[in-house]
């Protein structure tokens, strides 16, 4: 049976945990489908316009972010695919999840947010309550 995962990364040291977790649960599979998301959150996106940030520096940066979980699945040669979108994270997550009939949403427990540090990402736990699928939190 062909597993699919979905990845939720934010460039965080997390989100390369949680890529590292992905390669062992994918480790010896043949037939799997893998995606890795990245949510361009509304408030970052209208902060970036706002400092004048042209489109196409900002699409390099989001992918620079992504570099540390492309490295980790490429040394471990899984093949994937990304999604860049725009939204709330959670709900983009959640909704791409759904969208992509995915078995399984793969997410570090704190992002890049400075106040998420102190508890559970605020994202990975609204993920965890409002997703219909198994959602695996690495920490």
Same mark, same amino acid.
């Given at each position: 049976?062909?597993?699919?995962?979905?990845?939720?990364?934010?460039?965080?040291?997390?989100?390369?945990?949680?890529?590292?977790?992905?390669?062992?649960?994918? %480790?010896?599979?043949?037939?799997?489908?893998?995606?890795v998301?990245?949510?361009?959150?509304?408030?970052?996106?209208?902060?970036?316009a706002?400092?004048?940030?042209?489109?196409?520096?900002?699409?390099?940066?989001? !992918?620079? %972010?992504?570099?540390?979980?492309?490295?980790?699945l490429?040394?471990?040669?899984?093949?994937?695919?990304?999604?860049?979108?725009?939204?709330?994270?959670?709900? !983009?997550?959640?909704?791409?999840?759904? %969208?992509?009939?995915?078995?399984?949403?793969?997410?570090?427990?704190?992002?890049?947010?400075?106040?998420?540090?102190?508890?559970?990402?605020?994202?990975?736990?609204?993920?965890?309550?409002?997703?219909?699928?198994?959602?695996?939190?690495?920490?």
């Amino acid at each position: 049976m062909m597993r699919s995962i979905l990845l939720a990364s934010d460039g965080s040291p997390h989100s390369s945990k949680a890529a590292e977790h992905v390669v062992t649960l994918l %480790k010896g599979d043949e037939e799997y489908r893998l995606m890795v998301v990245h949510v361009i959150d509304h408030e970052a996106s209208k902060h970036d316009a706002w400092l004048g940030m042209n489109p196409g520096a900002r699409h390099r940066e989001r !992918e620079e %972010k992504l570099k540390p979980i492309s490295t980790v699945l490429e040394q471990a040669c899984l093949s994937y695919s990304v999604n860049l979108t725009k939204g709330d994270p959670a709900e !983009e997550i959640i909704e791409c999840a759904q %969208k992509e009939n995915m078995d399984m949403i793969v997410i570090g427990s704190r992002g890049l947010n400075a106040i998420q540090e102190l508890m559970l990402g605020s994202v990975s736990h609204k993920v965890v309550q409002k997703s219909d699928r198994p959602v695996l939190v690495v920490k």
